[in-house]
């Protein structure tokens, strides 16, 4: 079975390794594995099993630990007699604490997918619990690549999303063993897959064995290995033809078997809170579906009332067309009825001074009656004139009269035409002021 470990949530025993003695920097947050921490069962023989599988190749060369965490892989590798090991991690602090712990490896900050080393400057490179942690894997396997000499060795690791539990906040990427081997195979061209398979194990030892790594083993399997229980994969690849590599078990303690009641009891406290989750979850989705429906409903009502606005606007622009039209109607009839009041404000000074010129020959007209009318009584006095003076300027008279009544008549027509009485006002306004005048 597998190990309750940091990733799901169980709390982990003191590793069996030794403690070094520097102050550890980080803390067990899953991302990295630290073995005073989190060692001692199933996952601290997970990942180790993944070194030594590298560690028969290490020896006399030079080794990259792509992805290095707090170095205790690097540890081995330096223990196994390479000549020079150098760790890179993307965490100061996780280097920080490498340099405390391993001072004989050289452990340098930098992202796997920008490498901070020379073309062909490693022998070895691995990289262990590292490659699902890269946004880009084509460009970190890239990179990879360009760190190895020419014939030189790489071994790479991934979790297989097939087995492997999912959740993991810090992996972006898992690769099944196809696509690992894919990946790989478009950069090297000797590859072999390797599958670290989890088995459950019965050893027998001597009653004075210590065990350690100088404990020789030999393995039985009661069932031949199959797909189904290989949590990851690891890729070994070449330009060269490849080593043998030979298959490598690590064996953690069983005690954790012992918690199997309290690990199903917090199995099933976690299923029960699963299912408080899935139902909560469940009313949660009915809430927002009955939301969308009422949503959509208003969506529908407003969209309708979207189009009647529009249908209104559309209206209330012909409606407004048509008051322009009738504006502009009664701009012209207006400009045409002042255009007419100017003309008629014309006529009536014309009629104005004509009428100044009636009054005029009017007066002179009656003075000249009374002129002709002394003048008559003058000429039938018995001293007066003969009777043909007296019928000529009767005649004269009968002619003042006559046009004195056409200026009359003229005066009365004009009176009566329209500027006439348009200008009532103004002339009444005129005989007040003259009247004040004379005042």
């Not at 690097?74 to 150098?86: F, K, P, T, W, Y």
């Not at 000499?149 to 690791?157: A, E, K, M």
């Not at 590599?245 to 976690?270: H, K, M, R, V, Y």
């Not at 209206?315 to 009738?326: H, P, Y």
Request: aromatic share 4%; net charge negative; glycine share 6%.
């Amino acid at each position: 079975m597998r190990a309750p470990d940091s990733r799901g949530g169980m709390s982990v025993r003191m590793s069996s390794m030794p403690s070094s003695d520097h102050e550890m920097l980080l803390e067990a947050t899953g991302e990295r594995f630290i073995p005073e921490l989190m060692g001692g069962e199933l996952i601290e023989a997970e990942h180790e099993a993944r070194y030594r599988l590298a560690l028969p190749h290490v020896k006399g060369k030079r080794v990259l630990d792509a992805g290095c965490g707090v170095g205790w892989g690097s540890a081995l590798m330096v223990q196994a007699g390479a000549s020079n090991v150098v760790g890179i991690d993307l965490s100061e602090d996780a280097i920080a604490d490498c340099r405390k712990r391993v001072p004989d490896a050289e452990f340098r900050v930098g992202d796997l997918q920008n490498l901070p080393v020379s073309d062909a400057e490693f022998d070895v490179v691995v990289c262990f619990e590292a490659l699902e942690h890269t946004a880009d894997t084509a460009l970190t396997l890239d990179e990879l690549a360009r760190a190895l000499t020419p014939d030189g060795l790489l071994f790479v690791s991934s979790p297989n999303p097939r087995v492997y539990p999912a959740g993991n906040p810090f992996h972006l990427h898992e690769m099944v063993p196809e696509e690992l081997a894919e990946a790989v195979s478009d950069r090297f061209r000797q590859v072999q897959i390797f599958r670290q398979h989890l088995q459950l194990s019965s050893l027998i030892a001597a009653e004075d064995a210590h065990g350690g790594n100088d404990l020789h083993l030999a393995s039985h399997l009661v069932q031949p290995l199959a797909p189904g229980h290989d949590a990851y994969s690891v890729a070994v690849a070449s330009n060269a033809p490849l080593p043998t590599i030979a298959p490598i078990q690590c064996l953690a303690p069983s005690e954790q078997l012992d918690n199997l009641g309290a690990l199903a009891a917090a199995l099933t406290e976690e299923r029960e809170t699963l299912h408080a989750d899935h139902a909560r979850i469940t009313a949660e989705r009915v809430q927002l579906m009955q939301a969308i429906e009422s949503s959509e409903r208003e969506r529908v009502t407003l969209a309708t009332l979207a189009t009647d606005a529009q249908e209104r606007l559309k209206t209330a622009g012909e409606d407004l067309g048509s008051v322009m039209r009738e504006r502009d109607s009664a701009v012209a009839q207006t400009e045409s009825a002042l255009e007419q009041l100017q003309q008629t404000q014309s006529t009536l000074r014309n009629a104005q001074s004509q009428g100044q010129h009636a009054a005029a020959d009017r007066d002179r007209f009656a003075r000249n009656l009374v002129d002709l009318e002394q003048e008559l009584a003058r000429r039938n006095s018995p001293t007066g004139g003969a009777e043909a003076v007296t019928k000529e300027l009767r005649q004269r008279l009968d002619e003042l009269s006559a046009h004195a009544l056409h200026l009359e008549a003229e005066l009365e027509a004009t009176r009566h035409t329209l500027s006439w009485r348009i200008t009532v006002p103004l002339r009444r306004l005129r005989l007040a002021q003259r009247a004040r005048s004379a005042r």
